[in-house]
């Protein structure tokens, strides 16, 4: 290699050592993200604990002996039906992509020896007892959650206008937790309490927490405030989600009445970006049935690949009923005018891109906003919400039953003064 290559390549380790994000060289459709770089960037005292994020596939699995494989070789595949077939072939189409994405990072031998010290750090998580964590969802469905308060823990710099006069009455502010809009205005993270545990709230953040039937109260009262990045995560019907008893889920015909139309910038719009499993049932419903009734119009479909620390893949890419991979779809949801004009600013989405990370706990997403900057109409800096949210970003308002979920103190720790 010679001296250029080796000084680009370190450039290139840098910047994602500082942004996440790695470009792989020669091929624009493919990233390597680490999230927790990326969820980080929110933060001023505190940090993402990759040792806490990072909970799963570090550890490659243990071999798998020949007479095994043969073993399940030798078993009948079992015979697809109409709409499995039509999966499959979804599938077949893209497979070199997600082939070639796969190929570039095992090819990237700048970046691909840094992977199993993404999760290497001088902080550990903090121990919790089983089942200790706080049930938002079970909090959120009784009669008193109107009641629920979070006590806001303010900075020293943080001054507040309306009903505050003065630092010392203002060290901290209790806020309702469910049904209302809670705000971190501020240019640094703040801590929380609430049921005697604490939460850190990202700089320029606010969350809105309850269920669907409440969503309504998240919808501007300004049409200038709405919002130009709309990101939704569904809780789909899933047979392994039930079983698991991660969280619960809801059957998709409660997706219809989410408001995305109120949501979006009145005048600019705003791109939406959708997670879907690979089931041919849900893709049918998001495009024959969701996006038509939310009045977005599909533009791209983007990918997820997920591998393990030494670098493989997390399944066979072929396994039918568990690939290693999700999609993310992309529309547009247009703003008032819709002439030639304003269609002309919008930014073409390339199709089938290429993101490639190592999944943290069950369903957790990585954040995607960053990746979509490009295409978000309006102007800067784009106003961002998350739907079905489960922990917070800088800059972002999330909505959903419990997106305090990763907020726990014990995710986080502090940064060296």
């Given at each position: 290699m010679t001296t250029e290559a080796?000084?680009?390549?370190?450039?290139?380790?840098s910047r994602f050592m500082k942004s996440g994000i790695y470009r792989f060289q020669g091929s624009n459709a493919v990233v390597f993200v680490d999230p927790v770089r990326l969820l980080n960037l929110s933060y001023s005292h505190f940090r993402v604990t990759p040792s806490s994020y990072y909970s799963r596939f570090f550890q490659p699995n243990p071999r798998v002996s020949q007479n095994q494989t043969k073993r399940k070789r030798k078993r009948k595949q079992k015979e697809l039906n109409q709409r499995e077939q039509a999966a499959d072939e979804r599938h077949q189409r893209v497979k070199p992509l997600l082939m070639n994405a796969h190929e570039c990072l095992l090819r990237a031998d700048d970046l691909f020896p840094s992977l199993g010290k993404l999760r290497m750090g001088k902080f550990e998580p903090k121990s919790t007892v089983a089942g200790d964590e706080q049930s938002f969802v079970e909090l959120g469905s009784v009669w008193q959650a109107p009641l629920f308060e979070i006590s806001l823990h303010l900075n020293p710099d943080y001054r507040l206008t309306a009903d505050c006069t003065s630092l010392q009455n203002c060290e901290k502010k209790n806020v309702p937790a469910f049904g209302s809009l809670v705000s971190n205005e501020t240019d640094s993270d703040m801590e929380a309490d609430f049921m005697n545990r604490r939460y850190i709230i990202p700089k320029h953040s606010s969350f809105y927490m309850s269920d669907l039937k409440q969503i309504h109260g998240l919808i501007?009262?300004?049409?200038?405030?709405?919002f130009n990045l709309i990101v939704i995560d569904p809780p789909w019907e899933?047979?392994?989600?039930?079983?698991?008893?991660k969280y619960p889920?809801?059957?998709?015909?409660y997706f219809l009445s989410l408001p995305i139309k109120r949501l979006a910038h009145a005048d600019e719009g705003a791109l939406v970006a959708l997670w879907v499993t690979n089931k041919e049932k849900l893709r049918i419903f998001v495009e024959k049935d969701l996006f038509p009734k939310w009045g977005v119009e599909y533009m791209a479909t983007h990918y997820w690949l997920k591998v393990k620390a030494d670098g493989s893949l997390i399944s066979e890419l072929d396994l039918f009923h568990h690939r290693p991979y999700e999609c993310l779809i992309l529309g547009y949801c247009y703003g008032k005018d819709e002439d030639s004009e304003y269609l002309s600013k919008l930014k073409s989405i390339p199709d089938c891109q290429v993101f490639i990370s190592i999944p943290g706990d069950y369903s957790r997403k990585p954040p995607v906003g960053?990746?979509?900057r490009e295409y978000i109409p309006g102007l800067e800096p784009a106003r961002c919400l998350e739907l079905f949210a489960r922990e917070l970003l800088g800059g972002w308002t999330s909505w959903?039953?419990?997106?305090?979920?990763?907020q726990d103190s014990r995710y986080f720790s502090r940064k060296d003064p």
């Amino acid at each position: 290699m010679t001296t250029e290559a080796v000084t680009n390549n370190n450039q290139k380790l840098s910047r994602f050592m500082k942004s996440g994000i790695y470009r792989f060289q020669g091929s624009n459709a493919v990233v390597f993200v680490d999230p927790v770089r990326l969820l980080n960037l929110s933060y001023s005292h505190f940090r993402v604990t990759p040792s806490s994020y990072y909970s799963r596939f570090f550890q490659p699995n243990p071999r798998v002996s020949q007479n095994q494989t043969k073993r399940k070789r030798k078993r009948k595949q079992k015979e697809l039906n109409q709409r499995e077939q039509a999966a499959d072939e979804r599938h077949q189409r893209v497979k070199p992509l997600l082939m070639n994405a796969h190929e570039c990072l095992l090819r990237a031998d700048d970046l691909f020896p840094s992977l199993g010290k993404l999760r290497m750090g001088k902080f550990e998580p903090k121990s919790t007892v089983a089942g200790d964590e706080q049930s938002f969802v079970e909090l959120g469905s009784v009669w008193q959650a109107p009641l629920f308060e979070i006590s806001l823990h303010l900075n020293p710099d943080y001054r507040l206008t309306a009903d505050c006069t003065s630092l010392q009455n203002c060290e901290k502010k209790n806020v309702p937790a469910f049904g209302s809009l809670v705000s971190n205005e501020t240019d640094s993270d703040m801590e929380a309490d609430f049921m005697n545990r604490r939460y850190i709230i990202p700089k320029h953040s606010s969350f809105y927490m309850s269920d669907l039937k409440q969503i309504h109260g998240l919808i501007p009262g300004k049409h200038e405030c709405g919002f130009n990045l709309i990101v939704i995560d569904p809780p789909w019907e899933n047979g392994s989600a039930n079983q698991k008893s991660k969280y619960p889920t809801l059957p998709n015909r409660y997706f219809l009445s989410l408001p995305i139309k109120r949501l979006a910038h009145a005048d600019e719009g705003a791109l939406v970006a959708l997670w879907v499993t690979n089931k041919e049932k849900l893709r049918i419903f998001v495009e024959k049935d969701l996006f038509p009734k939310w009045g977005v119009e599909y533009m791209a479909t983007h990918y997820w690949l997920k591998v393990k620390a030494d670098g493989s893949l997390i399944s066979e890419l072929d396994l039918f009923h568990h690939r290693p991979y999700e999609c993310l779809i992309l529309g547009y949801c247009y703003g008032k005018d819709e002439d030639s004009e304003y269609l002309s600013k919008l930014k073409s989405i390339p199709d089938c891109q290429v993101f490639i990370s190592i999944p943290g706990d069950y369903s957790r997403k990585p954040p995607v906003g960053e990746m979509l900057r490009e295409y978000i109409p309006g102007l800067e800096p784009a106003r961002c919400l998350e739907l079905f949210a489960r922990e917070l970003l800088g800059g972002w308002t999330s909505w959903g039953n419990e997106p305090l979920r990763f907020q726990d103190s014990r995710y986080f720790s502090r940064k060296d003064p």
